[in-house]
């Protein structure tokens, strides 16, 4: 290793220098080389574009991977696969995870059991939704991501660099420019000294010292226009970087546009999977899905009896679940009669009106008995009041005994 003391030293006496003329400047005892306005809007329109293009850049990584702990972890992980040029590998998305967790359960519980092969279902659509997340996701880091990251580690670097060079040759020149004054006060005072003649020699040297002077200012000057226009070519070139932003930036658009399409077609097409296969286990209780709309925003009746003090569930309103059919016809609620046991009371939680000639209306905090007959829709009951009878729904009751 060689060791170059004299270039240390004036390496270390130039920095000096150059501090002393900072902190002068500061101070307002110096004067100091302003850019040209051109060049100042240049650089604060640059200083907006890296600091927006990290906040950007930052704030979609925390989209794109929102657990701190594993957004920690994947950044420590692609920092080393970058630096070892290799290629990271493809994450298991959570989705893909929830979704082989719930084949491997159904497994457990047995495929052939309702809910082992509503798991089955819903693992598999888990595992599709997981899928395009991930395509997503990589598609998202190649297009958008990367290139703001090689703006800000690339051309910004570049940039900050070549603007720590023109700030340095800005206080050269300002330096020089105090040397020459100062040694054109010392001339101009030494030739008003009255005894000219012997002072000769001494203003020879001062003349020869501004002379010295002016020629580093101009050396200074040039080299301070120099750096200047190369700065001033690096940082037009903002532009060229907000064009392609932009471009990113609809490609961005349009990787989470497809994403979210294929995650709402998934979710429409498990919905028709498991209104199918409930149909087919309970014929009675979805037929509500004839009328999509309202299946998807109002569930069938579920049993609250020992839930009392929640909010009422919404009812569908255009059809309404009800007894079995039996294959020689259908079976009027008024035929039914009340069995000799079975029967109990029961509280009516919520207030609910019937939606035709089959079912009861009720009214809150009211007792009437209930019953149910075989082949009934295990969320409806038979309630009675006085003369009156009719299907009521479990969830809208609390029963007592």
């Not at 800000?152 to 060079?165: A, H, Q, V």
Request: negative net charge; hydrophobic residues 35%.
């Amino acid at each position: 290793m060689d060791f170059n003391l004299k270039k240390l030293t004036s390496d270390a006496g130039v920095f000096f220098t150059r501090a002393v003329q900072f902190t002068e400047e500061r101070l307002g005892s110096a004067e100091k080389t302003e850019l040209d306005a051109h060049l100042e809007n240049l650089i604060a329109r640059a200083d907006c574009t890296k600091n927006w293009t990290e906040k950007i850049f930052r704030q979609t990584e925390v989209l794109l991977q929102p657990n701190p702990i594993d957004h920690t972890g994947a950044r420590i992980e692609e920092f080393f696969y970058e630096k070892l040029d290799k290629k990271i590998p493809s994450r298991t998305t959570n989705g893909e995870l929830l979704g082989q967790y719930m084949l491997d359960a159904a497994k457990d519980f047995g495929p052939g059991t309702p809910y082992g092969s509503t798991l089955i279902t819903v693992g598999e659509y888990q595992s599709r939704l997981g899928g395009a997340e991930r395509e997503f996701l990589q598609t998202s880091a190649i297009n958008f991501l990367t290139p703001l990251r090689n703006f800000l580690e690339g051309d910004w670097r570049t940039i900050s660099k070549e603007r720590r060079l023109l700030e340095n040759r800005r206080l050269d020149l300002d330096i020089c420019k105090a040397r020459v004054k100062k040694a054109k006060q010392a001339e101009a005072k030494a030739a008003a000294e009255p005894d000219f003649q012997e002072t000769r020699p001494r203003n020879y040297v001062l003349s020869a010292s501004a002379s010295a002077a002016e020629q580093e200012l101009r050396v200074a000057q040039t080299e301070f226009d120099r750096q200047a226009e190369v700065t001033r070519l690096l940082l037009e070139g903002i532009s060229s970087t907000h064009v392609n932003h932009l471009r990113c930036l609809h490609e961005f658009v349009e990787a989470q546009a497809t994403y979210y399409a294929q995650c709402h077609q998934y979710m429409q097409d498990l919905q028709k999977e498991l209104s199918s296969a409930n149909s087919d286990t309970y014929p009675n209780s979805f037929a509500s899905n004839a009328n999509p709309s309202t299946s998807a925003t109002c569930p069938s009746p579920v049993s609250s009896a020992t839930l009392p003090g929640v909010s009422p569930p919404c009812l569908a309103s255009t059809s309404t679940p009800g007894i079995a059919r039996d294959p020689s016809g259908p079976l009027k609620i008024l035929d039914v009669q009340q069995p000799s046991t079975g029967h109990r009371k029961a509280k009516v939680l919520y207030d609910y009106d019937a939606h035709d000639t089959s079912e009861l209306s009720l009214l809150a905090d009211e007792l009437i008995t209930v019953y149910t007959v075989p082949g009934m829709d295990p969320d409806w009951l038979v309630g009675e009041r006085g003369n009156q009878k009719g299907k009521v729904p479990v969830t809208y009751l609390e029963l007592l005994s």
